[in-house]
């Protein structure tokens, strides 16, 4: 199978091919300046006395996603999801939510990332005299990061999503 590459015009996403969605809120998020995502599995080595590594565990799993807002959008977001929270009796640090992060342009295509079983577990604002706008970033623990609706792991409690 060829890696095909955006031929038209050049073309490729870029941060203004991003919708953000989350499932408690009915339309896309808005007032996003920073999207930033990481996963990763890191196996326990089992060396012995040898220096190299004999075998491996499976690992531990961890994803991270986090977003910037501009303050004003960021009062939103959370009043939306502290009452989609208050509807399961759970305060908005306590909910678990799923993202989606598509992305669409002429020449790939649409693609989308899914953070799913997401748990807002901080936010944090520093704000200066510069004269810039106010902005809050949140970090959120997903469960799992399906990358292009691919699932990182073979034995998932997430499976692949197919047609993303």
Known sequence: MALGWPTI????????????????????????KDVSRSQNLK??????????????????????????????????????IAAAAANQGLGYLEAEFDFTLSYEELAPGLTSDYALGCRLVGDSEQHSEEGGVLVTKIELEPKQLNIAGLSPLALSLFPAIPGS
């Open 9 to 32: 015009q050049g073309l490729d996403y870029g941060f203004s091919s991003l919708v953000v969605n989350a499932d408690p809120i009915p339309f896309p998020i808005i007032g996003l």
């Open 43 to 80: 196996p326990g080595n089992a060396r012995g006395v040898s220096a190299q590594i004999q075998s491996r565990s499976r690992g531990v799993y961890e994803a991270k996603l986090s977003l910037t807002f501009y303050k004003s959008a960021y009062v939103g977001f959370l009043k939306l």
